[in-house]
């Protein structure tokens, strides 16, 4: 069992820039892909970024690539996500999410809402 705790929501404006942590724990970090993901109101949960669990590699929506940074620490057992140049379509709930392969996700952080003022 994988146990995820979001963090580094809030309200921002247009253009500003917020940087979002998640820390896991219950078992090794690093043999998990990470992902975040985001669920807008009425709408469905939607893919933002995912960091591969060996050598990183990391993969983006094309809605957010560009302004968006995924990374992670597996010294501290934190994956963040980097998001810059925010627009009000960035407002959401952001969950992280880890898996044994970056198209499979079996635990999920209760999420952080984001949003972005115009």
């Known amino acids: 069992q994988v146990q995820l705790v979001e963090s580094g929501g809030g309200l921002v404006q247009a253009g500003g820039s917020l940087r979002l942590s998640c820390a896991a724990s219950?078992?090794?970090?690093?043999?998990?892909?990470m992902g975040w993901f985001r669920q807008a109101p009425g709408k469905e949960r939607e893919f933002v970024a995912v960091?591969?669990?060996?050598?990183?590699?990391?993969y983006y929506a094309d809605s957010v690539k560009g302004r968006f940074t995924i990374s992670r620490d597996n010294a501290k057992n934190t994956v963040y996500l980097q998001m810059n140049s925010l627009k009000p379509e960035d407002t959401a709930v952001y969950y992280c999410?880890?898996?044994?392969?970056?198209?499979?996700?079996?635990?999920w952080g209760k999420g952080t809402l984001v949003t972005v003022s115009s």
């Open positions: 999410a880890a898996g044994s392969s970056n198209n499979n996700m079996n635990y």
């Open positions: 960091i591969s669990r060996n050598i990183g590699s990391t």
């Open positions: 219950g078992r090794t970090f690093s043999n998990y892909a």
